[in-house]
C-alpha cells in the first residue's frame, strides 16, 4: 500500500508534466488564459494537496502518541481556493476562472486515477 508521501511525491511528477503541456499550450495556441488559468489553479491544488499530506502525518503521530488534533488544515485549503478565484477574477485577461478552477482539482483526479490503477495492479 501506499503511503501519502509517496503518493505525493507521483503528485509532484503528474504536476510538473502538467505544467509543462500547460507552458507549451500557453505558447503555442490561442488558448493561453485556458492554459494559464489550468497551470495556477494546479499549483494551488498541489499545495492543498501537500497542506493535506503533512496534516494527515501529524494527525497519525498525534494519534499514536494518545495526542488530540485539532484540525486537519481546512481553512488554509479553503483560503487558497478563494485566493485561485481572486487571482483569477482580477485577472479576467490573463487567468480564465473556469479552468483555474479545474485546475485547483487536478491533483485530486491524479489521486483518484493513481487509486484505481493501485486497485486493478493489485487484482
Known sequence: ???LQHIFVLQKKALFFLLALCA???GL???GPI???IAVGAIFGTY???ILVRRMDKFDRNLSEGKGTASLGS???FGS???VAAIAISLPQHINLGSAII???TPYVFLFIGAFMLAFKEK
Do not use: D, K, S, V
Open 35 to 37: 492554459f494559464l488559468g
Open 24 to 26: 507549451i499550450g500557453w
Open 103 to 105: 485546475g485547483l482539482m
Open 29 to 31: 495556441t490561442p488558448y
Open 1 to 3: 500500500m501506499l503511503n
Open 81 to 83: 481556493g478563494i485566493a
Open 48 to 50: 492543498n494537496f501537500w
Open 75 to 77: 481553512a488554509l485549503r
